[in-house]
Structures are given as C-alpha cells and as structure tokens.
C-alpha cells in the first residue's frame, strides 16, 4: 500500500541542505545538545513535580534532517499498519489488484516523502512516542519512544532570530524534554493516546469513492462556499474528509494534544528565567516568527495539513495550564495525569475553570 523505501528516498533528495557548518562546530553543537537534554531533564522534574521511572530511560538522538525523516517514516509504518492491512485485505490479492498496489504504493510512497521533506527542514525537536527500534535508531528498552533533537534546525532557527545559540539550545531541549517526561512519568498516557488514534484510523472509509466524494465536499468548503474560516471552525483538509465518528475522536485528540503543547510551553516559560538568561529575547521572537508564517505556498500547506491547528493548540494548551496552575497550583494541576478520565476536553481546554469544577470538585465532594 505504502513504498516505505521509496517515501525515504523521496524526502532526503528533496528535502532541503542545513546551515554550513565545519565539522568541528558540528560535533560541538551535537554535544551541548546532548548536555542540554540531559540537564534539562533535572529542570523539568523539579518544576512539573512529577516523578519519572529512573529505570525507565528513552534515548536522546541529535539527528540531520534525514535522520528525522527515517525515524518518522518507522513510526508511520507502525502507527499504520492496522489500517494498511485493513486496506488490504478490503482491496484483494488477484493479479490486477497486485498490479495497481505496487504502482499505487510508489505513488504514495512520493507523496509521503515530498511531506516529509517540507516537515523535516520545520521541526526543531519531537518526542516520538511509537518508536520501533532500528540498527541506527535505537528506542528505549520496552518498546517505549525516543526523543530527537534536530541540529540543523536549531542551528538555522537560531541564526534566524539572531539570538543567543546556547541558550536557544537549552530552550529548545527544555520544551522537548517535557514531552518526554509526560510520557515517562504517566505510564497509562502511551497506550491511551496509541488507543485513541487506532479508534481514528478504525473508522477510515476504504471505500476509494467515499474518500473521493469527501474530498469534493473538503475542495468545495476550503474553496469558499459562501462560509468563513471562522464559520468552519478553521479546519483543514485532514479533518473535513473524516467522518462523524472521527470526528468525535479528533475532538478528544486535540484536547489531549492541546494539553501535552500547551504543557511543554508552559513548562519551557517557568524554567526559562532560571537557567536560560535570554530566554525574554528568545520568546518574543520565536512568537513573532510564528505568528509571521512564511510564503503563500507554504501558508497554503500549513492549512492543507492542519499545521495551524497545531500552532492554536500550543495557544490554548498554555492558556489552559496557566489558568490552572493559578487555581490550584502546580500539584493540583498534576491531577490530569491520574487517568484518562481526568483529561480535559476540548470545551474544558476552551474553560479551563470547568476542569477544576469537574476534578476537583467532585475529588472534594
């Protein structure tokens, strides 16, 4: 269904070269980073209070964009394999059908490589949470996720905003070593996540004219059609040719989605003015550089993507944890880890005194 091979080799001919950089600057950059997620970690603990499995170590991978694109490519081939059998088996194994899945794989396995390429020269780090391990990307022990920082777009970033590039190092680490941490120290939160995406995907039409005939519904509605941004929720192609069901998924997603962002950005401005001196000069021009955007092709992907649903998320996640943490402080915060059942909700991330009446409340009550 998908040549994987092909959608590797696809984006790293495309995507595009990193900052020049000697080999010496190179090795240095890749060892403060690996310096700055290991102390980063000892930050984010102190100021989240939340306690990680010492037994439980993920790997700290500083990659190129390739790199990236090959971990990421792993863990669509993992993440997809249920869908893609059901693809499968609803599609046949005659000889026709063999015929047009292998042209059908390449031709995706373009298109998914021609994505990644534009996402891999944009991602600054990411924890990766469905990480099967490889020769060259180990994950950690049990099956658990890895974190990857990626040095060419850290360093372009940096020299971008023209800020100091240790701490925009030590900034960066602190946002990514947060996802790490949520991950590690809430051992239901993986699965959940893994479960609710799967509930997504279970839910996919395999029926090529259904997609089709919700694509012409998602063409038409992003054309125009008499409705604003506004009036259609801003929603991007990915969400308007779902059906109902997912929907009701994705609405939980990016609730738990907005709460992980918001988290790591909230987290990032806490333990900043300790330990990160310009971390004032970093914020305002990182949060100009992504109101900014960039050309009319690349706004024009960041909508078909939903690229701007995940800049509203970090947004509303921060808001929602800030207001939090004001009420009823950082441990009171901390209760949305004790189970599904105490994450928010997409209205709660919207209300965040609603979530207090609702956990806290009734903990009380």
């Not at 790997?59 to 693809?87: I, S």
């Not at 005659?94 to 991602?123: D, H, I, Q, Y």
């Amino acid at each position: 269904m998908v040549d994987w091979n092909l959608a590797v080799a696809t984006a790293t001919r495309l995507v595009r070269p990193g900052p020049e950089v000697s080999r010496d600057e190179a090795r240095a950059i890749v060892s403060e980073l690996r310096r700055h997620a290991k102390s980063a970690e000892e930050h984010v603990r102190s100021f989240t209070r939340m306690a990680t499995d010492a037994g439980h170590d993920t790997p700290v991978l500083v990659v190129d964009r390739a790199g990236w694109v090959r971990a990421n490519v792993a863990g669509f081939r993992e993440l997809l394999k249920p869908l893609l059998d059901k693809m499968q088996d609803r599609r046949g194994s005659g000889p026709g059908n063999a015929m047009m899945g292998a042209v059908g794989g390449k031709v995706t396995g373009v298109e998914l490589g021609m994505l990644l390429s534009f996402l891999a020269s944009r991602v600054l780090g990411q924890y990766e949470t469905f990480a099967p391990p490889s020769r060259d990307l180990p994950a950690a022990p049990d099956g658990g996720g890895r974190l990857l920082l990626v040095a060419p777009n850290i360093v372009h970033v940096e020299r971008e905003l023209d800020v100091d590039p240790h701490d925009f190092r030590l900034w960066v680490c602190l946002h990514e070593e947060t996802h790490r941490t949520q991950f590690t120290a809430v051992p239901w939160l993986r699965d959940h996540l893994e479960g609710e995406i799967q509930s997504f995907l279970a839910e996919t039409e395999v029926d090529p004219m259904t997609v089709l005939e919700r694509l012409r519904e998602a063409a038409s509605s992003l054309a125009g059609n008499g409705r604003t941004e506004e009036e259609d929720g801003g929603r991007s192609i990915v969400e308007l040719v779902q059906t109902p069901a997912q929907r009701e998924v994705l609405g939980r997603l990016t609730a738990v989605m907005s709460l992980l962002e918001g988290h790591a950005d909230f987290v990032m401005d806490g333990v900043g003015p300790a330990v990160v001196p310009s971390v004032t000069e970093i914020r305002e021009k990182f949060k100009e550089r992504r109101a900014k955007g960039a050309s009319r092709l690349d706004q024009a992907l960041r909508k078909l993507l939903g690229l701007d649903a995940k800049l509203r998320q970090y947004r509303d996640g921060e808001r929602f944890v800030r207001s939090v943490v004001e009420q009823v402080g950082m441990d009171g915060f901390n209760r949305v880890w004790t189970s599904p059942n105490t994450l928010p909700t997409k209205a709660e991330i919207a209300r965040p005194a609603d979530w207090v009446a609702r956990v806290h409340r009734k903990a009380e009550s």
